[in-house]
């Protein structure tokens, strides 16, 4: 949206700092314990989506989910064994693949959305099955996705979603 009302340089520079502000209370939070930092990815992107300052108005949890996933991703190299590592790299990569594919092909930010969160959990649940936690808040995170796409699947579902002009 602030790529649209503002330009792409502000709409980047707002996406960043989404992705940023998870990873940031994720680092800081596992500096209290490993378990907390996972939860508190989860928190981070309900606070965007609900602030209590904008009137529990804000966004859809997108940026914020590829916040979770860099610091998730990140947090993992830094406890597994080496030949592991491409394995971590794909969680970020794998859905983020998912999400530019989708937006080309069908040209709807909002869909595209929406299964690159699915695909991060399918993904996580397959790779990830010693990491229940992460399972847990990455499923819990999709369902926030979606929900926050609500209005989008309706639009989807009567032809009526507004597509990206410049693709």
Not at 40 to 64: Q, S
């Amino acid at each position: 949206n602030t790529g649209r009302v503002l330009g792409a340089k502000a709409g980047a520079a707002v996406i960043a700092c989404d992705i940023l502000k998870v990873v940031a209370a994720i680092a800081l939070a596992s500096l209290i314990s490993p378990d907390v930092s996972i939860w508190t990815g989860l928190a981070a992107a309900i606070g965007h989506c609900y602030p209590i300052f904008a009137g529990f108005k804000g966004g859809k949890a997108v940026a914020t989910m590829f916040g979770f996933l860099l610091a998730i991703a990140n947090k993992l190299l830094m406890r597994r064994p080496t030949w592991l590592i491409v394995r971590q790299k794909l969680l970020l990569r794998i859905p983020l693949a998912a999400f530019l594919l989708l937006l080309v092909l069908f040209k709807m930010v909002s869909l595209a959305s929406m299964a690159a969160a699915l695909c991060s959990s399918i993904f996580i649940s397959v790779m990830q099955m010693d990491q229940l936690q992460i399972i847990i808040a990455s499923w819990l995170m999709t369902i926030l996705v979606i929900y926050r796409h609500r209005s989008n699947i309706v639009k989807i579902k009567n032809g009526q979603e507004n597509k990206v002009s410049w693709l």
